[in-house]
């Protein structure tokens, strides 16, 4: 793994040296070695993707890579060329070690590029907007953050110089829809400008503008302590659990698991790696990891939920990483369908990519988890 990465270091994300000319965030100076917030380094890998694993990563990507359709977007039923889809899509082939153009799956990763970047709204009253509306039935703002992160994921691996100027554009544009569409309160809702948030939300956007900033674009620091404020007031200050809304939404318990991964996520991502909040998010999350109903398909915050509380766990490191994933890890394994695919109550092809990136988190190929 250590090779693969130095590679992809080397080719792709070489071209990420103007990074360091943005605005710090919070946390981003620490002394090496400071606290257990430390960047994941390579032993916290060893052994965690297993030939079980590895079979069940091949079988779930080439189920996905078997169905994009004719235009490079993924997403089936009402989320029929979803942005949120099929950007987690291209990031599950990302999570592999691909690249535009590089590697067995570098074909459908820019396809899925030239997706977003052809469903960017570049007129109408919200400029730089990234959505489908055919495919999208819920909270357009989902789509919006899942699709920037993409872009900022992708950002320096595209060697087309047409495309990557398109990129380029289009990733600005994005970003400055996040920013201008953050509320009074500090967070965001379904839909640009809307003047309420949520921390469903809110997780989409701070860290899709912590990707964006890691790609070398300016983000206020202003803008990001304001989401912290938010953030940081949805969280029980007893249970540690974080209410979907800071002033009503839902409780702790198994209800609360989502919510709470997402609020620590959001924290990591504006650059808060300790403190009162993240250590008692974390302790809630080791004790409220939800039991699974080994019949049916899981409720539709499953995947949403593991996606968000196995990169807080990657990035706490210690026993919280080293008792969490084998866990979720043998669960999803037992979960994969005969076709390679996994199932939830929004479609295939999320469940499939957001299970991918999940078991693919100890090969740190994204440039979001290098922290």
């Known amino acids: 793994m250590a090779t693969r990465r130095q590679f992809l270091s080397r080719s792709g994300l070489a071209f990420l040296g103007a990074a360091g000319t943005c605005f710090a965030l919070p946390g981003d100076n620490r002394e090496e070695g400071e606290g257990r917030r430390a960047v994941p380094d390579g032993s916290a890998s060893k052994g965690m993707v297993t030939a079980k694993a590895d079979e069940a990563i091949d079988r779930g990507l080439a189920y996905l890579s078997a169905r994009s359709n004719q235009q490079g977007g993924y997403g089936t039923g009402g989320y029929t060329g979803n942005v949120a889809v099929t950007s987690l899509a291209a990031l599950a082939f990302m999570a592999h070690g691909d690249m535009p153009h590089r590697g067995p799956y ?15 709204n570049r007129d109408g009253i919200h400029p730089g907007f990234l959505h489908n509306p055919s495919g999208s039935l819920h909270g357009p703002m989902y789509g919006h953050g899942f699709a920037t992160l993409f872009l900022a994921e992708v950002f320096g691996m595209v060697h087309d110089n047409s495309l990557r100027k398109e990129l380029d554009g289009a990733l600005h544009r994005a970003v400055k829809l996040i920013l201008d569409s953050q509320n009074k309160e500090g967070g965001w ?3 640009p400008g809307s003047p309420d948030a949520d921390i469903s939300v809110t997780i989409c956007q701070i860290m899709a503008l912590r990707a964006a900033r890691n790609a070398g674009i300016f983000v206020p620091r202003s803008k990001v302590d304001k989401c912290v404020e938010y953030v940081k007031g949805c969280q029980d200050r007893l249970g540690g659990w974080f209410r979907y809304m800071r002033l009503a939404g839902g409780g702790g318990g198994g209800q609360g698991f989502a919510r709470t991964a997402a609020g620590v996520c959001a924290l990591y991502s504006a650059g808060i790696y300790e403190g009162r909040e993240v250590e008692s998010g974390l302790e809630f999350l080791r004790r409220s990891r939800p039991a699974v109903n080994g019949f049916g398909k899981p409720d539709m915050h499953y995947f949403y939920g593991h996606y968000y509380a196995v990169q807080a766990m990657w990035t706490a490191g210690g026993r919280f990483w080293s008792e969490w994933f084998p866990a979720v890890r043998d669960e999803l394994i037992a979960r994969q369908a005969v076709d390679g695919s996994w199932s939830d109550q929004i479609c295939t092809h999320y469940a499939t990519a957001m299970a991918c990136i999940i078991l693919q988190m100890p090969n740190n190929y994204l440039p979001i988890l290098q922290k």
């Open 106 to 120: 570098g074909r459908i990763i820019t396809n899925a590029l030239k997706f977003i970047l052809a469903n960017e």
């Open 189 to 191: 809702r379904y839909n």
